[in-house]
């Protein structure tokens, strides 16, 4: 479910900078950049950024990477409570792993028209499916993050 958009607080924005400072650290390692951060009452428990490559893992998506490091940190796959900050819509896959590791709360930047599985060409977080619900916002530094991934791909044309 989605909740307003322009109730992004100074804490917001701090913890979207740091997922858009990771996403830098993927695109400098040759990666989609794309970074994620996992807070939990206030703190840091998971980051990651897009390892796919570096890696050789297909899984090695930000989200995923900064949800293994929470669950690592916890000694826990659950995490919740949680909202995870990241710096592009999720996919299908990493919608996924969100519902099973119990996050609250999503927030991410820009929106991903070609795989964005939360509001641009799936709504997953609004099916009533699921078992465990978790409410979105997106938008949140959008060009910082749209900026990123063009220089990021018109270096690679």
Do not use: K
């Not at 009533?128 to 018109?154: C, D, K, M, P, V």
């Amino acid at each position: 479910m989605e909740v307003d958009s322009n109730d992004f607080t100074e804490a917001d924005e701090q913890w979207m900078l740091r997922a858009l400072a990771l996403a830098d650290l993927a695109a400098d390692a040759g990666e989609v950049p794309v970074g994620a951060v996992l807070v939990q009452d206030g703190e840091c428990v998971g980051e990651g950024w897009n390892q796919v490559i570096s890696a050789a893992d297909p899984t090695a998506h930000a989200e995923v990477v900064a949800l293994r490091a929470a669950a690592a940190a916890r000694n826990n796959y659950r995490v919740p409570n949680s909202i995870l900050y990241v710096t592009l819509e999720p996919c299908t896959m990493c919608v996924g792993s969100l519902v099973h590791a119990r996050v609250e709360q999503l927030v991410f930047a820009a929106t991903e028209p070609r795989a964005g599985a939360v509001c641009s060409q799936l709504q997953l977080l609004d099916e009533a499916f699921y078992n465990h619900g978790i409410t979105w916002r997106g938008g949140l530094l959008a060009e910082a993050s749209s900026q990123r991934l063009r220089n990021f791909f018109r270096r690679r044309r």
